[in-house]
C-alpha cells in the first residue's frame, strides 16, 4: 500500500510513518560518491532521500535528451533502493535551487513569446515531451511496483510566483498520464502558502525558522488542510553564496531548536540540503528583484551564485561530516531511537590531499581559439538564445563574442544592461569591463585610422532560478547583447563566435598548433599538467593570484572562479582525477597567472550568520499574528473569513 496522507499522519504500506528525508542532488555529486553520500544519510538516522530533477541538463538541446553517468538518475533511484531509502521524487519542470534558470532549459528563451511556468501552449507542449522521457524511467521505482520512490511533487513554489491553475491542473495529468500513482504533494514559502491549491493534492511547507514554521504550520492545519499530516518539505538547513558576498552559515543552535519543535508537531521533515554538493560547470543560478526587501526597502540587484553548493549542509560540499549531521542524529536518537541502524558506522570524513604548486606550461590567446569556432554572420546583434544552432536551441551557456571591423571611432554604448559581464576589446587590447550593475554605459574608443577589430566578449553568469510573483523575468533573461551604439548610431555586421566550453571544444583546442610558452595577456587559456603518483584523493585547486575564468580537469568543467570571493577553492572530487598525468585547463578573462595551487582544505571566504530577510513590517505583522494565534485554536474562527 503506497504513501497515504490522513488523520494527521503518514501511512505507508498500512503503518503510521514520520519521514526523516534528507536532499542530495545526484547531479551535483560525481557517481562514484552517490553510495557513499547515501550512507552518510542513512548513518544520520533519515529513511529517505530527496531529490530535483534538471530538465535543462537531461535535455540540454532540443530534442536530445541525456539519462547517462552524472544524470543516470535510476542508478542513482537503485542506489537509494539497495540501501532501504525511501525517495521522494521533485521533477520539476522548474526547481530553482539556486540552478541556472530553475532547472528550465534556455532553450525555452528562443521563442520571444515564451512564457515559462504558464498554460502557454509551447511551453506545456516541451514540459510534455520531456516528461514523456523521463517518467518512463522511473514508474517501475515507484512504492507501488515494489520500489523507492513513496511521493512527486508538482512545480516547485508556485504560489509565490503564479496564480495559473490550469498549468498546475496540466502538470498533475501529465504526471498521471506517464504513470505516476504515488502521493502528489506542492511545496511552497511563506510569499506562496496562500497561494492556488490544487484538489486532491497535498501542500507542504518550507522555511528555516521555528517562528516561520509555527506560522505556516497553523494555517496550513486550520486554513489550507486540516486533518492531513505536517511536512517541512525544505527545512534549510544552511544558505547559498553569491560572488562578492561572504559565505552563509546558520546557528547550529537554532537550527536544533527549530528542528525539535518541528518533530513536536509530530510532523515529518526533508532537510534541505542534507548534502548540497557543487554547481559544476556553468549551472549555478542567480537571484535579481526578489521583491525580498531590506529594511530600508532596497530591491536585490542581479547577484549570481557561487561554484560551491556546501549550504553550511550537515554533510559538506567534499563529503566531510558536520557538526549538524551529529545534531540530527542525536536528535532523531531521543526520539525514535529505533530509527538509527546499530549495523552502520558513521563514514569518516573524506581523504584530500595538497598536491602543492601546479606550473603553467602553455598558454593560446583568445584569437587563437576562435579558430576553432565557426563564427556566425549577423546583420543584428543576437543573444546566445537567438542564434540558430545546437539545432534551434541557441547557445545555453558559457561566453558569446561579438566581433566587428569598424574605421576610426570615438565611443560605443551599451544601451540599457549588458547580460551579464563584457569585456570590451579593440585591437587586441582590453579597454574596459561592462557589467549588468552599469546603465547605458560608454566607452571610449582609441581607434587608430583605417581599421580596427572590435570584439565584445560577454559572459553568461547564470540566469536568475527565482522570481517573484508575476514578475516577468524568467521570462526576460536573455544572455549576451541585442544593441550597441557606436557614435549614437546602432552597429550592425557582426560575426558572432559561441564560446561555450562544451568537452568536444576543449578536445579539439588541446590539438591546437598555436599553444605557446609565454605567458599572455587578457583572455586566454592556460595549461598545466597535475601528476599524480599514487592513487588520487580529493583536491581543491586555490585560485589565489587568478582574476576570473574557469577551471577544467580531464575536460570536465569543475566550475568558475572569480577573485571577489567569498570562494577561494574549487572542489576536484578524486574520480575526475587518475593516476598520471592529469590536464588542467583554465579560461583566465583578465591576467594568467603563472601557476596553480592544489589544498587540501576547502576556503568558502569569510563567513555571515544567515537569518530570513523579512521587512520590519512584516516582522511586526508576524509578531503580532504568532502571539495572537498562541491564544487558542478559536482564534481561527475570527480570522477565517479574512484569509484564504
Known amino acids: 500500500m503506497s504513501l497515504e496522507a490522513r488523520g494527521n499522519s503518514f501511512y505507508l504500506g498500512g503503518k503510521q510513518i514520520i519521514l526523516l528525508s534528507g536532499a542530495v542532488h545526484y547531479f551535483r555529486v560525481v557517481p562514484e560518491y552517490w553510495e557513499d553520500r547515501l550512507l552518510r544519510l542513512k548513518a544520520c538516522g533519515l529513511n529517505c532521500v530527496e531529490t530535483y530533477v534538471p530538465w535543462n541538463l537531461h535535455e540540454e538541446t532540443k530534442g536530445c535528451f541525456n539519462f547517462s553517468n552524472m544524470l543516470d538518475i535510476r542508478k542513482f533511484i537503485q542506489i537509494a533502493h539497495s540501501m532501504e531509502l525511501l525517495v521522494i521524487l521533485r521533477p520539476g519542470p522548474y526547481i530553482c535551487s539556486e540552478w ?192 525580498m526587501t531590506s529594511d530600508s526597502g532596497t530591491v536585490e540587484p542581479y547577484v549570481p551564485d557561487v561554484t560551491s553548493y556546501d549550504y553550511d549542509a550537515p554533510v559538506a560540499e567534499n563529503g566531510n561530516l558536520t557538526e549538524k549531521f551529529f545534531i540530527i542524529q542525536r536528535v532523531i536518537k531521543e526520539k525514535f531511537p529505533e530509527q538509527v541502524p546499530s549495523g552502520i558506522n558513521v563514514p569518516t570524513n573524506v581523504s584530500s590531499s595538497a598536491y602543492g604548486e601546479i606550473i603553467i606550461k602553455n598558454y593560446i590567446l583568445l584569437e587563437d581559439m576562435l579558430e576553432q569556432i565557426e563564427a556566425i554572420p549577423a546583420q543584428e546583434l543576437l543573444t546566445m538564445e ?160 587568478w582574476k576570473k575564468g574557469i577551471v577544467f580537469i580531464n575536460g570536465f568543467n569543475i566550475g568558475r572562479y572569480w577573485e571577489i570571493g567569498p570562494q577561494k577553492t574549487l572542489y576536484v572530487p578524486a574520480p575526475l582525477l587518475s593516476q598520471g598525468d592529469n590536464q588542467i585547463l583554465v579560461f583566465e578573462l583578465h591576467q594568467p597567472s603563472e601557476k596553480l595551487c592544489t589544498v587540501a582544505e576547502p576556503q568558502l571566504g569569510e563567513i555571515i550568520f544567515h537569518r530570513t530577510t523579512v521587512p520590519a513590517w512584516a516582522k511586526s505583522l508576524l509578531f503580532v499574528l504568532k502571539n495572537t494565534l498562541r491564544l487558542g485554536s478559536w482564534v481561527w474562527t475570527i480570522l477565517r473569513p479574512f484569509v484564504k
Open 386 to 545: 537567438q542564434l540558430f544552432i545546437n539545432n534551434g536551441s541557441g547557445q545555453s551557456y558559457g561566453f558569446i563574442l561579438y566581433r566587428k571591423t569598424i574605421g576610426e571611432a570615438k565611443k560605443i554604448m551599451f544601451p540599457g544592461k549588458v547580460r551579464d559581464r563584457a569585456l570590451v576589446i579593440l585591437n587586441g587590447d582590453v579597454l574596459e569591463t561592462v557589467d549588468c550593475s552599469m546603465i547605458d554605459k560608454v566607452v571610449c574608443l582609441p581607434t587608430k585610422s583605417g581599421e580596427n577589430v572590435l570584439d565584445i566578449l560577454v559572459e553568461n553568469l547564470g540566469r536568475v532560478n527565482y522570481a517573484s510573483f508575476k514578475s516577468p523575468i524568467l521570462n526576460e533573461q536573455r544572455k549576451g547583447l541585442s544593441t550597441v551604439l557606436l557614435d549614437g548610431k546602432v552597429a550592425q555586421n557582426w560575426f558572432i563566435y559561441p564560446l561555450e566550453m562544451k568537452r568536444s571544444f576543449v578536445e579539439r583546442l588541446m590539438l591546437s598548433s598555436k599553444w605557446s610558452m609565454i605567458p599572455s595577456k587578457g583572455p586566454s587559456m592556460c595549461w598545466a599538467i597535475l601528476k599524480i603518483t599514487d592513487c588520487p584523493k580529493d583536491t581543491f585547486i586555490d585560485t589565489a593570484g
Open 100 to 291: 541556472d534558470f530553475g532547472g528550465l532549459p534556455s532553450w525555452l528563451l528562443h521563442d520571444p513569446c515564451m512564457k515559462v511556468r504558464s498554460s502557454y501552449s509551447l511551453f506545456l507542449e516541451a514540459v510534455d515531451r520531456f516528461f514523456e522521457k523521463l517518467l518512463p524511467l522511473l514508474v517501475d521505482l515507484q512504492f507501488c511496483n515494489g520500489g523507492p520512490i513513496i511521493a512527486v511533487q508538482i512545480e516547485n513554489e508556485y504560489g509565490s510566483y503564479g496564480d495559473d491553475l490550469e498549468y498546475l491542473e496540466f502538470l498533475k495529468q501529465a504526471l498521471e498520464k506517464n504513470g505516476v500513482c504515488e502521493l502528489l504533494f506542492t511545496s511552497d514559502n511563506g510569499a506562496g502558502i496562500q497561494g492556488v491549491k490544487l484538489p486532491g493534492v497535498m501542500m507542504t511547507a518550507n522555511f528555516q525558522e521555528k517562528d516561520h514554521g509555527f506560522i505556516m504550520f497553523e494555517y496550513l492545519k486550520n486554513i489550507k488542510q486540516p486533518g492531513l499530516p505536517l511536512m517541512a518539505m525544505e527545512f534549510w538547513t544552511g544558505w547559498f553564496d553569491h560572488w562578492g558576498e561572504k559565505h552563509h552559515v546558520t546557528s547550529n543552535d537554532q537550527f536544533e531548536k527549530a528542528l525539535r519543535w518541528i518533530l513536536d508537531q509530530g510532523a515529518s521533515v526533508n532537510f534541505y540540503m542534507f548534502h548540497g554538493g557543487t554547481n559544476f560547470g556553468f549551472m549555478s543560478g542567480a537571484n535579481e528583484e526578489l521583491g
